[in-house]
C-alpha cells in the first residue's frame, strides 16, 4: 500500500438504520468548495457537499476577474454554474448546516443538521465559521487583519487531525475567487490519492493519444474519439446557450 493510501476501499453494505457512509465530505459550496467537490466526484469518490447558504462571493456586485469570462459575470451566476457543474457528477449536494464533527475510530462523524453522516476524510471549505471542528482539536489561528479563525494546514491542505484537510478562504488564502476554486481542487487532488494512489490526472484525451507515446491510458484519464468530442462540443455550447 502507499504511504498515502489510507483506505480500503471495499465497502460492507451498510443496513438501513445505519448512518450514510461517505468516502469525503465538503463542508462549503464556495469556488472553493464547489472545485473540491467536483473533483473528488469526478474520481468516483462518494461524495456529500454540504452548504448552509450564502458563498462571500454573493457580497460582490460584479466578478471581473474569473478566468474565462472576458466580459465579466454576476456572482450568482458565477454560483449557480458552479452549482449545476457539481450536480451534474455523482455528488450528493445538501443545504444544511455542519453543527460539529467527532471521531469513531478511522472515521469522521459529522452532524448535519441533527442527522449523522459518516465519512473517511472532510474536506473544510467553509468561510467565516469553523467551530464545527472545534471538537476534533483542528489547529487554527487568528487571521491577520481581521477576527477570523483560519485553519492551518500543511502544504498538502491537511489539518494536524489526520483525515481532516482545509481548503480555500478559510485557510488564508487571498480573497479572489479564482484562487480560491484552484485550492480547492489542488487539495481535492491529494486528497484523491489517498483512496486511488495511481490517480494521475481529470483529463479528457484524443483517442490514441497515449498509444502514440507508447503508454498506457493512466487511471483518471479518458479517451474519446472524434465523433465524441463533437457530440460533447454541441452539448457543451447548448448548456450554455440554455443558461445564459
Ligand atoms: C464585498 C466582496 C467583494 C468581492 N469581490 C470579489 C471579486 O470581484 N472577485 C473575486 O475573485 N473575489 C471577490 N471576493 C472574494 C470572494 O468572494 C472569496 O474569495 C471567495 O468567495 C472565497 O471562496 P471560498 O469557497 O473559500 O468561501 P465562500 O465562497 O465564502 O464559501 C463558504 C461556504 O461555506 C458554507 N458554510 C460555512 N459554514 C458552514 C457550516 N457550518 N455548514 C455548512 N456550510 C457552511 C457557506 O454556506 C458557503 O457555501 C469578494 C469578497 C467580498 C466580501
Known amino acids: 500500500m502507499n504511504s498515502n493510501t489510507r483506505h480500503?476501499?471495499?465497502?460492507?453494505?451498510?443496513?438501513?438504520?445505519?448512518?450514510?457512509?461517505?468516502?469525503?465530505?465538503?463542508?462549503?459550496?464556495?469556488?472553493?468548495?464547489?472545485?473540491?467537490?467536483?473533483?473528488?466526484?469526478?474520481?468516483?469518490?462518494?461524495?456529500?457537499?454540504?452548504?448552509?447558504?450564502?458563498?462571500?462571493?454573493?457580497?460582490?456586485?460584479?466578478?471581473?476577474?474569473?478566468?474565462?469570462?472576458?466580459?465579466?459575470?454576476?456572482?450568482?451566476?458565477?454560483l449557480d454554474l458552479a452549482r449545476a457543474h457539481v450536480e451534474q457528477t455523482d455528488c450528493t449536494v445538501r443545504t444544511e448546516t455542519v453543527d460539529g464533527v467527532t471521531q469513531q475510530d478511522d472515521t469522521l462523524v459529522v452532524d448535519c443538521d441533527g442527522e449523522a453522516v459518516t465519512t473517511e476524510e472532510l474536506l473544510a471549505a467553509s468561510w467565516s465559521k469553523s467551530e464545527y471542528l472545534d471538537g476534533l482539536g483542528v489547529e487554527k489561528e487568528q487571521e491577520e487583519d481581521g477576527p477570523v479563525d483560519e485553519i492551518v494546514t500543511d502544504e498538502d491542505g491537511r489539518t494536524n487531525v489526520?483525515?481532516?484537510?482545509?481548503?480555500?478562504?478559510?485557510?488564508?488564502?487571498?480573497?479572489?475567487?479564482?484562487?480560491?476554486?484552484?485550492?480547492?481542487?489542488?487539495?481535492?487532488?491529494?486528497?484523491?490519492?489517498?483512496?486511488?494512489?495511481?490517480?494521475?490526472?481529470?483529463?479528457?484525451?484524443?483517442?490514441?493519444?497515449?498509444?502514440?507515446?507508447?503508454?498506457?491510458?493512466?487511471?483518471?484519464?479518458?479517451?474519446?474519439?472524434?465523433?465524441?468530442?463533437?457530440?460533447r462540443a454541441n452539448a457543451g455550447q447548448k448548456w450554455m446557450r440554455e443558461f445564459f
Open 8 to 78: 480500503n476501499t471495499d465497502r460492507t453494505e451498510p443496513d438501513e438504520n445505519s448512518p450514510q457512509e461517505y468516502d469525503v465530505v465538503i463542508v462549503g459550496s464556495g469556488p472553493a468548495g464547489a472545485a473540491a467537490a467536483l473533483f473528488c466526484a469526478r474520481a468516483e469518490l462518494e461524495t456529500l457537499l454540504v452548504a448552509n447558504g450564502r458563498s462571500t462571493l454573493q457580497k460582490c456586485a460584479y466578478v471581473e476577474n474569473y478566468l474565462g469570462f472576458p466580459a465579466g459575470i454576476e456572482p450568482q451566476s458565477l
Open 162 to 231: 489526520p483525515g481532516v484537510w482545509a481548503a480555500g478562504r478559510i485557510t488564508g488564502t487571498h480573497h479572489q475567487a479564482l484562487v480560491n476554486a484552484g485550492d480547492g481542487a489542488r487539495v481535492a487532488l491529494n486528497l484523491i490519492e489517498t483512496f486511488r494512489p495511481s490517480y494521475y490526472n481529470d483529463w479528457v484525451v484524443p483517442d490514441g493519444y497515449y498509444a502514440s507515446f507508447d503508454r498506457e491510458i493512466p487511471t483518471g484519464v479518458e479517451e474519446i474519439d472524434h465523433e465524441e468530442r463533437q457530440r
